[in-house]
């Protein structure tokens, strides 16, 4: 799943470049996300490490030309899930709560 | 001891050289305020940071024959640490949306920087690899 899950990351962030050039790059975009938002959990919870290509991948994206602004929400709402997953190790780890992260 | 003071004004020159081109990378860098530029690079340099921390308390907690494990001093400077730089990135960010290209101010830039140096230090001293993209 990890050899399966790299390849996918890897894949959108070569494609992130051409996506100004690309017709319907609003639709494709809109396909990320929903990979995106599939994938997350499985990120946080069994290989967090990869949270830095899903976070490049975000940032890029919400800088990129084509997001619109409902997508660039939905993927501020997809950052804030790495904060939450933070939130959730160290739960995990002993350390006292907090109030939940806000999307940034 | 001419030698001595030819290499210090060198070493001075070149650590001046190196602040010039600083400013030239980053912008002015003011008492009360930082580039934009400099504040998301602090800002993506914390995303870095704290995925790596996400990974580390994911790890079990040290103790018997465990080689690659979290210690609890480190998660004690990490988690703290994590949570005040999220602050100040969150806030940053969205002074970066709102203000498109204005400086951002020092405090939030500030606090963020102490976050990132807590964190880096923290790695360091517990052999802590960071993650890269």
Redesign the interface.
């Known amino acids: 799943m990890e050899i399966a899950i790299t390849t996918l990351l890897t894949l959108i962030e070569a494609m992130i470049p051409e996506l100004p050039a690309l017709g319907g790059a609003t639709a494709i975009i809109d396909k990320i996300i929903a990979s995106l938002i599939s994938i997350i959990p499985i990120i ?1 919870n069994l290989f ?2 990869m ?3 899903v ?2 991948i975000i ?1 890029a994206l919400q800088s990129s030309g084509p997001a619109t602004a409902d997508q660039i929400a939905q993927l501020q709402a997809l950052d804030a899930q ?2 939450q ?2 939130e959730a ?2 739960a ?5 709560a ?1 109030t939940a ?2 999307a ?1 | 001891m001419k030698l001595a003071q030819y290499g210090a004004a060198i070493a001075l020159a070149l650590s001046l050289g190196a602040c010039s081109n600083m400013q030239t990378l980053y912008g002015e860098v003011t008492s009360t305020s930082i580039s934009p530029q400099a504040a998301l690079a602090a800002a993506n340099a914390f995303d870095a940071l704290e995925v790596t921390a996400t990974a580390y308390l994911s790890l079990p907690p040290c103790g018997g024959a465990i080689v690659t494990c979290r210690n609890a001093t480190a998660v004690k400077n990490i988690v703290p640490a994590v949570r005040s730089g999220r602050t100040a990135r969150n806030a940053i960010e969205a002074l970066l949306q709102s203000n498109s290209g204005a400086a951002i101010p020092i405090a939030n830039y500030n606090t963020l920087e102490a976050a990132i140096q807590t964190l880096q230090s923290t790695y360091t001293q517990f052999g802590v690899a960071v993650a890269s993209k």
């Open positions: 946080a967090p490490a949270l830095t290509s976070k490049g940032s790495c904060d997953a933070f190790a160290a995990a780890a002993g350390a006292p907090t992260p806000s940034s």
